[in-house]
């Protein structure tokens, strides 16, 4: 309340001070006033005053409006905002350009990248009436109509503050004279919520992005559980009939056929630990799984791995080497009436470690193109787990058959082993 009658009091006294330099300048040009001022020059003092303390009194009540609140502050003419915006200079500065020009009234604006800093004219109207303020309005009388927006964008680290301006168009002596009706008041607070609401997009679409990428890789793990289940009973079922049939014919080879079975289920069951596979483990697996095969195939199938003790120990996705050690067999050499053989090499890489497996099989052709379910799901893996740290090839091999490899950083973030 005390800041109100204060701000009303002092608009009154510029008025009235300018009202007694107006008389004495009238006295002395006309050599005084024996019987004092002229009653149209009292009408007018009085009118004016009305409508000056009127005016200043609808100001106050706006800013309550508008704020909440009353105090030397909210009621000044020119209002000042110092801004934190969480992105980089250039960001903030673009943020900051669309929240001033999608301003309502918003009639120039100038903007200078390099030095950041964007200047804008704002057309001021009579918030009661939609108008321009009325030309009977004595607070209207002084100055420009419009108001004015000078934002400056500080580059900071990772961040960018903002100075923010909002003025009326006119010299700040006029202040003591006029009231803005909280227009430069609502700019501000206009400028701050556009921008408060443009970084809450942000952050939501960044949110929805890091969500979208959690669902991704529950998806692929989904998958590749859903992969397990139809594949790995498959070939349980085709290994214990054949360790029945060699039981009876070849008890030998039915316990060695048993023992790489036992091997290679204790490589693909989860452990309790859930923890991260190696390259070294999953060598195992796809060792194993040769084995028993190389048992089924006979002399259809050879081997060679040349994997150095050293890169054992790197990370390495789970299951992710035993696909491609499966589509050679399936797609390269079962198809293929000789059969013939499967590398596996691993060998240092500017980025970490590459993993190849390669055959002399049949190689690509209409029912085998490199695109299967299988290859687009270890495509898909590396992306979420390693981004653009990791990479997948896969090319014909010479003279026959297909090589594929995977290259993938020897560090990985916590939870990459498990995509």
């Given at each position: 309340?005390?800041?109100?009658?204060?701000?009303?009091?002092?608009?009154?006294?510029?008025?009235?001070?300018?009202?007694?330099?107006?008389?004495?300048?009238?006295?002395?040009?006309?050599?005084?006033?024996?019987?004092?001022?002229?009653?149209?020059?009292?009408?007018?003092?009085?009118?004016?005053?009305?409508?000056?303390?009127?005016?200043?009194?609808?100001?106050?009540?706006?800013?309550?409006?508008?704020?909440?609140?009353?105090?030397?502050?909210?009621?000044?003419?020119?209002?000042?905002?110092?801004?934190?915006?969480?992105?980089?200079?250039?960001?903030?500065?673009?943020?900051?350009?669309?929240?001033?020009?999608?301003?309502?009234?918003?009639?120039?604006?100038?903007?200078?990248?390099?030095?950041?800093?964007?200047?804008?004219?704002?057309?001021?109207?009579?918030?009661?009436?939609?108008?321009?303020?009325?030309?009977?309005?004595?607070?209207?009388?002084?100055?420009?109509?419009?108001?004015?927006?000078?934002?400056?964008?500080?580059?900071?680290?990772?961040?960018?503050?903002?100075?923010?301006?909002?003025?009326?168009?006119?010299?700040?002596?006029?202040?003591?004279?006029?009231?803005?009706?909280?227009?430069?008041?609502?700019?501000?607070?206009?400028?701050?919520?556009?921008?408060?609401?443009?970084?809450?997009?942000?952050?939501?679409?960044?949110?929805?992005?890091?969500?979208?990428?959690?669902?991704?890789?529950?998806?692929?793990?989904?998958?590749?559980?859903?992969?397990?289940?139809?594949?790995?009973?498959?070939?349980?079922?085709?290994?214990?009939?054949?360790?029945?049939?060699?039981?009876?014919?070849?008890?030998?080879?039915?316990?060695?056929?048993?023992?790489?079975?036992?091997?290679?289920?204790?490589?693909?069951?989860?452990?309790?630990?859930?923890?991260?596979?190696?390259?070294?483990?999953?060598?195992?697996?796809?060792?194993?799984?040769?084995?028993?095969?190389?048992?089924?195939?006979?002399?259809?199938?050879?081997?060679?791995?040349?994997?150095?003790?050293?890169?054992?120990?790197?990370?390495?996705?789970?299951?992710?080497?035993?696909?491609?050690?499966?589509?050679?067999?399936?797609?390269?050499?079962?198809?293929?009436?000789?059969?013939?053989?499967?590398?596996?090499?691993?060998?240092?890489?500017?980025?970490?470690?590459?993993?190849?497996?390669?055959?002399?099989?049949?190689?690509?052709?209409?029912?085998s193109s490199g695109t299967g379910i299988g290859l687009k799901n270890v495509r898909e893996r590396l992306r979420l787990a390693y981004g653009s740290s990791a990479s997948f090839a896969i090319v014909s091999n010479f003279p026959s058959g297909v090589a594929a490899t995977i290259v993938?950083?020897?560090?990985?973030?916590?939870?990459?082993?498990?995509?």
């Amino acid at each position: 309340m005390i800041a109100s009658l204060f701000f009303v009091f002092r608009i009154a006294a510029a008025w009235f001070f300018g009202f007694f330099l107006a008389t004495l300048l009238i006295t002395g040009l006309f050599g005084g006033m024996q019987n004092g001022p002229p009653w149209p020059f009292v009408l007018l003092f009085v009118v004016t005053m009305a409508l000056v303390i009127t005016g200043a009194f609808s100001h106050v009540r706006r800013v309550r409006l508008i704020a909440g609140k009353v105090d030397a502050t909210t009621l000044a003419n020119r209002q000042r905002r110092q801004v934190e915006i969480p992105f980089e200079a250039g960001e903030a500065f673009d943020l900051v350009d669309a929240a001033v020009r999608e301003l309502p009234r918003t009639e120039e604006v100038e903007s200078a990248r390099d030095s950041l800093q964007i200047r804008a004219k704002v057309g001021r109207i009579d918030p009661y009436s939609n108008k321009s303020p009325s030309r009977y309005n004595p607070l209207a009388w002084l100055g420009n109509k419009r108001n004015q927006i000078l934002a400056t964008v500080t580059p900071g680290q990772d961040a960018g503050s903002l100075l923010l301006i909002c003025e009326p168009e006119s010299p700040a002596w006029s202040d003591w004279f006029k009231v803005d009706d909280g227009t430069n008041l609502e700019n501000a607070e206009a400028i701050t919520r556009a921008i408060t609401r443009r970084v809450a997009e942000r952050r939501r679409s960044e949110q929805a992005k890091a969500e979208q990428t959690v669902t991704e890789k529950e998806l692929t793990v989904a998958k590749l559980s859903l992969l397990h289940a139809q594949v790995e009973p498959h070939f349980l079922y085709n290994t214990l009939a054949s360790a029945q049939y060699l039981t009876r014919n070849d008890p030998q080879r039915a316990d060695e056929m048993l023992g790489n079975l036992i091997a290679y289920l204790r490589h693909s069951l989860p452990s309790a630990e859930n923890s991260a596979s190696t390259l070294g483990e999953e060598l195992e697996r796809a060792r194993a799984y040769l084995e028993i095969l190389k048992i089924r195939m006979g002399a259809r199938l050879n081997t060679q791995i040349d994997v150095p003790e050293r890169l054992q120990s790197v990370p390495f996705p789970a299951m992710m080497l035993q696909t491609l050690v499966e589509n050679a067999i399936k797609h390269g050499l079962e198809p293929k009436s000789g059969g013939g053989t499967v590398w596996i090499l691993a060998r240092d890489h500017e980025q970490g470690v590459a993993v190849t497996v390669a055959d002399d099989g049949q190689g690509f052709n209409v029912q085998s193109s490199g695109t299967g379910i299988g290859l687009k799901n270890v495509r898909e893996r590396l992306r979420l787990a390693y981004g653009s740290s990791a990479s997948f090839a896969i090319v014909s091999n010479f003279p026959s058959g297909v090589a594929a490899t995977i290259v993938v950083p020897t560090a990985i973030g916590e939870g990459q082993a498990h995509a």
